[in-house]
T-cell receptor, first 116, second 114 residues
Framework: AQKITQTQPGMFVQEKEAVTLDCTYD???????LFWYKQPSSGEMIFLIY??????QNATEGRYSLNFQKARKSANLVISASQLGDSAMYFC?????????????FGSGTRLSIRP | DGGITQSPKYLFRKEGQNVTLSCEQN?????MYWYRQDPGQGLRLIYY???????QKGDIAEGYSVSREKKESFPLTVTSAQKNPTAFYLC?????????????FGDGTRLSIL
């Protein structure tokens, strides 16, 4: 069965520093996709970045990048130059297969707090 | 602006009462989803629907029911059979196609027991 593990329940980081949020996954499928979402205290889920299992390059979106290590089954999110507005819950998620009809499963999340 | 609207933002349920959470989208998405989130936890799938008049149970469907009579709407009913309904409920939708498509979420409904 597919599984997502986020081992850091909470993290504190100084403003302007880079931060890495860990995510490991377990799947027997060769084709899968990995997502990161941000959830501010208001509750909405904001899509940040996507990495496909066959993508050779690590995904990047502005200050967000994904450190994808396929052999280790890890997909860590890196936030460069953190800002106070980055304080939120962050969820790693995985979809098996290459169809949008496949379900997405979510990890338990990491609460990131940025110190001024 | 296109998006997903969930209402109400806060909802209180009395013992033995059924309550319905609304989810409407104007993104023209075929697929819609309901998730439950407990404090400090990730999202768990309750029900999902890929097309109108069809829906499937997710991982925690017991005590919940849904309908999908219109493409834009996917209401969730929390029945009296759901003994621990206090949670944050999120509705999502998605365009069909490649697996790289993310789900888009509403702002959620917070349900509590009176």
């Amino acid at each position: 069965a597919q599984k997502i593990t986020q081992t850091q329940p909470g993290m504190f980081v100084q403003e302007k520093e880079a931060v890495t949020l860990d995510c490991t996954y377990d799947t027997s499928d060769q084709s899968y996709g990995l997502f990161w979402y941000k959830q501010p205290s208001s509750g909405e889920m904001i899509f940040l970045i996507y990495q496909g299992s066959y993508d050779e390059q690590n995904a990047t979106e502005g200050r967000y990048s994904l450190n994808f290590q396929k052999a280790r089954k890890s997909a860590n999110l890196v936030i460069s130059a953190s800002q106070l507005g980055d304080s939120a819950m962050y969820f790693c998620a995985m979809r098996e297969g290459y169809s949008s009809a496949s379900k997405i499963i979510f990890g338990s999340g990491t609460r990131l707090s940025i110190r001024p | 602006d296109g998006g997903i609207t969930q209402s109400p933002k806060y909802l209180f349920r009395k013992e033995g009462q059924n309550v319905t959470l609304s989810c409407e989208q104007n993104l023209n998405h075929d697929a819609m989803y309901w998730y439950r989130q407990d404090p400090g936890q990730g999202l768990r799938l309750i029900y999902y629907s890929q097309i109108v008049n069809d829906f499937q149970k997710g991982d925690i469907a017991e005590g919940y029911s849904v309908s999908r009579e219109k493409k834009e709407s996917f209401p969730l009913t929390v029945t009296s059979a759901q003994k621990n309904p206090t949670a944050f409920y999120l509705c999502a939708s998605q365009t069909p196609g490649a697996g790289s498509q993310p789900q888009h979420f509403g702002d959620g409904t917070r349900l509590s027991i009176l």
